[in-house]
């Protein structure tokens, strides 16, 4: 029997166990030891995992291309005991061989009941691949922090580069003019009061408690989300992924982890520059334009703000990292089959991003309220 497979004939049936690689630089012997079974009146043909070690797009091929060969002489084919990610190969390629369905304009008897059932069944299938897809994200975060490798790590502290550093002045220097524009429009309605002193507690607790963390995530939800989902999508378009698997790398480990910890790292350091920069964005207008010394400016500052409103949003730094870096990693895994589904996954990864950082914000609004906090 040949290295990459065993075959047991059994009563009515055939049972091809694989073993080995079945990738590309093998296809020329996995042809041959395919061509080298004997098959008798046996009416079932099962092909087994066995000791099958990798398989790549090539491999999963050849395999289907036997199994349609059996299919054609009447017999029935089985895949039993694959993992999943040697069978994903198989699955995308039935996939392209699947006839292709009615239309909604030619299928008879087409009506509400019907779109209705397409309906739920798409909203089944993306909540599916959703539920997958973020398995795969935290498989990757444990086995990165388990199984930690260079490459990893080099690769988060690119990352981080990217995300980070790269990002500072774009994040300070719109802070900094938010803090302008707060300081702008509260002193103009606290001047009916006559309290245009105290614009300095309202440019100071806005950004240390909301503005200052939530500017900053829309911001890198803007620029660095879409640059992973717009990254990740090209590689799998580009079969880079499965190039990476045939070598023996796990892509979740090696494109999702480095990505989701360099943001985790990433987003609360920008945030407390952003913080800072509203907060002085605010100190120049009143000094220039509303009369206060930087010195009454600074003292109210001071007083109005604890340490408690600094950590309120600081807290919120983390929990907004990690949902950009999923979805953006997630909608760029998803890509296939095109460059314009590259395009609408990446527009979707920034408004689903920006959604989920502006209902956790007021989760966590709702929550600290009842807190007292």
Partial sequence: MSEYLKYQPKPGSLVISLKEDWI??????LDEALGEVPVGEEHQVTFQCG???SIDIAGAWVLFRKS???EAQGRETKFLGFKAAHFKFLKNITDIHEPVPATAATRPGFGGADRLARVLESVGRSASSGIEQVGYVAQAVFAGITQPSKLTWLETARQIEHTGARAV???VLISFLMGIVLAYQGANQLAEFGAQVFVADLVTISMLREMGVLLTAIMVAGRSGSAFAAS???MKLNEEIDALRVMGLNPNQVLIFPRVLALFISLPLLTVLAMLAGILGGLMLSTLALDISSALYLERA???AELKDFFVGLVKAPVFALLIAGVGTLKGM?????????GRLTTV???????LIVLADAVFTVVFSKLGI
């Fill in 232 to 234: 990740i999508g090209a």
């Fill in 51 to 53: 000791g099958l070690q």
């Fill in 334 to 342: 998803q890509v296939s089959g095109s460059a314009e589904q590259l």
């Fill in 349 to 355: 990864a920034v408004v689903q991003a920006i959604f």
């Fill in 169 to 171: 002045p774009i994040v």
């Fill in 24 to 29: 590309f630089g093998n296809v020329p012997e």
């Fill in 68 to 70: 349609q060969e059996f």
């Fill in 302 to 304: 001071a007083d109005s």
